[in-house]
């Protein structure tokens, strides 16, 4: 019997690669060291509803991630998303629409990797921290010194970062996925339970704290009971901020978001702060994905491609295309 094939995340890119794979007939096994699917597309529970704290929206220009779309829109775990957009520059909030189309999860982002997850079998909460070779086959060993395996081929779809120690054995792999800056960003959330005045759902801010903010409940199928939104930091203010506490963040973010509405804006009934430390690859690569064919290890994720979800999904796509090249 041949092993399974062992993928280290189950963000998109890990779920795109195992959905590949699996329906070429392979067993694949995961392992995800949060309790749940979707990494950076994953939503946040809380008192004021399910809020989107990393990946906003998402659009789709190649046409093999326009076919999953609309496979996920057939089921029901993705709708458009056509929001009142803004921008905000030179001091001035105005209407910036456009003829993208938008997609987001529903009812909540993370809907899009639970119903990828479907029957595969995912270990959840746990970490692995190595990846070793033997004579024929690879083993994991996971943050609580547990030993997994055997697996013919490992997978790693998790931030470069994270990656390069768990590629050790494959120095070329490890030396690229090192020379890959992942930059931050501060997320924050407000809950109004009077809805703000304005019209604003969507905001490209181009100066000062903010990159962008949404209203979360104008997205389909949310909850609606509070007016919830979401706020992104820029790189640059998240790296300066880095090691700021919540408290200071919500207030800052608070504050310019605030500056730029309109409206009066209220003391919110809710708030929350999330850094995502490993938010987006600093620049953009035409990687795909890594591989090591003789080894039998790929690596994949965003920051082998354009650092957004079509670009994380094309590269778990890739990283799995070039496997099953190889086993031919
Ligand atoms: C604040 C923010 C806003 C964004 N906005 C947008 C947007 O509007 N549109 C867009 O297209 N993109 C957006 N993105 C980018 C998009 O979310 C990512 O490009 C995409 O989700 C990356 O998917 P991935 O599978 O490569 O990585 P991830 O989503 O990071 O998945 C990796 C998974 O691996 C797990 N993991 C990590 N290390 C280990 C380990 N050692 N063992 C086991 N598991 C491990 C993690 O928990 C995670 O679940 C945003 C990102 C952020 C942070
Ligand atoms: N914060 C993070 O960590 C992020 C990580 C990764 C991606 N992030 C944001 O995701 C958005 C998705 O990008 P894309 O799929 O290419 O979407 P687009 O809507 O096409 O936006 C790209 C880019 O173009 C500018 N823009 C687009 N539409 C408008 C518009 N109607 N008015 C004004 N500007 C528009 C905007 O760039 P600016 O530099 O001009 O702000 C968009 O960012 C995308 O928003 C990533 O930032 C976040």
């Known amino acids: 019997m041949t092993a399974p094939i062992a993928i280290i995340g189950a963000g998109i890119a890990g779920l795109s690669a195992a959905h590949v794979l699996n329906t070429a007939g392979h067993e694949v096994h995961l392992f995800e060291k949060s309790r749940g699917s979707g990494g950076r597309m994953a939503s946040k529970r809380s008192d004021v509803g399910s809020l989107d704290l990393g990946a906003q929206y998402f659009t789709a220009r190649d046409r093999r991630f326009i076919d999953a779309v609309n496979q996920w829109r057939a089921k029901g775990c993705v709708a458009e998303w056509d929001p009142a957009l803004y921008q905000y520059r030179a001091g001035a909030l105005t209407p910036s629409q456009d003829e993208q189309p938008r997609w987001v999860g529903t009812p909540r982002m993370s809907a899009i990797t639970r119903a990828m997850v479907g029957d595969l079998p995912v270990s959840f909460g746990c970490r692995i921290t190595e990846a070793f070779r033997g004579p024929q086959h690879w083993s994991l060993q996971d943050a609580e010194g547990h030993n997994h395996g055997p697996f013919s081929h490992v997978i790693i779809a998790i931030p470069a970062p994270q990656a390069t120690p768990l590629l050790a054995t494959a120095p070329k792999l490890a030396a690229v996925a090192a020379g890959v800056v992942m930059d931050p960003t501060w997320s924050a959330a407000l809950a109004f339970k009077t809805p703000l005045e304005t019209r604003v759902e969507g905001c490209f801010v181009q100066e000062g704290e903010l990159d962008w903010f ?3 409940r104008c997205k389909p199928g949310r909850e609606a009971d509070y007016d919830t939104w979401v706020l ?20 800052q973010l608070h504050g310019a978001f605030a500056e730029i509405i309109g409206c009066a804006v209220p003391e919110p009934a809710f708030t929350l702060a999330h850094r995502w430390l490993y938010a987006r690859p600093a620049q953009s690569h035409q990687w795909g994905a890594l591989a090591d064919a003789d080894l039998g290890i790929y690596a994949c994720g965003d920051w082998c491609g354009t650092g957004r979800v079509e670009g994380a999904w094309l590269s778990g796509f890739d990283a799995a295309s070039r496997l099953l090249d190889h086993l031919q």
Not at 234 to 248: C, F, N, V, Y
């Open 232 to 251: 992104h930091g820029t790189s640059a203010w998240s790296r300066a901020h880095l090691d700021a506490s919540k408290e200071q963040v919500i207030e």
């Open 214 to 216: 949404a209203r979360n």
